[in-house]
């Protein structure tokens, strides 16, 4: 029985105060009746009603003015903070760690580790905001590319060094590394690796 009431007493959701509750409601009601009258003069655009009263228009404008200025602040709402110098350079540490993990677990004895072409490697992942990936690959700003490639030099220099050992020998990044960035968030890192030469 303990077990099972432990499982339920997790942190319980805050219930909105009255105040909280009212004006979530005329937000919501202002935003649905906005939303029909903004389609019904839309579906008959040469013919809708136009009142009379110079009161009434008024009314009629100052509703239609509070419905722009909800959307105009819902939308607001909705826009992501510009983030600091340290959250990119963290999100940045962090991807990189991703990466440099993601293709050392992939560097394992191959018999062609030893030849001149080396083993091939190949590294897919997700990053969101492009800026992040610019600083990653030692750019100032978004990548205008869409595949580039670096010599290994620049590879370590921008997203970090990486290395593995097996059979008794050490296993390093050979040749070029290929970078593709299609620009819809996702990317790909190949190349070859195999002892030094």
């Excluded at 593995?164 to 190349?191: E, H, V």
């Amino acid at each position: 029985m303990a077990p099972a009431a432990a499982a339920t007493s997790g942190t319980k959701k805050r219930k909105p105060t009255k105040a909280e509750a009212e004006v979530a409601n005329k937000k919501q009601k202002l935003s649905e009746e906005g939303a029909v009258r903004v389609k019904a003069i839309l579906e008959d655009a040469s013919n809708f009603s136009i009142p009379q009263e110079e009161a009434s228009m008024r009314l009629e404008l100052l509703e239609l003015a509070r419905y722009a200025r909800s959307l105009e602040e819902d939308l607001a709402s909705l826009t992501p903070k510009p983030k600091s110098e340290n959250d990119l350079n963290g999100e940045v540490t962090k991807l990189s760690a991703a990466i440099l993990s993601g293709i050392k677990k992939q560097m394992t004895w191959k018999p062609t580790c030893k030849s001149a072409l080396g083993s091939k490697w190949a590294y897919d992942g997700v990053c969101n905001d492009a800026k992040v990936f610019g600083l990653l690959v030692g750019l100032d700003s978004p990548p205008t590319f869409k595949m580039k490639k670096y010599t290994t030099q620049e590879f370590y220099e921008s997203v970090g060094y990486v290395d593995a050992s097996a059979r008794y020998s050490n296993l390093y990044l050979r040749g070029t590394i290929t970078i593709r960035w299609p620009g819809d968030g996702t990317f790909k890192f190949s190349g070859s690796y195999g002892v030094s030469v």
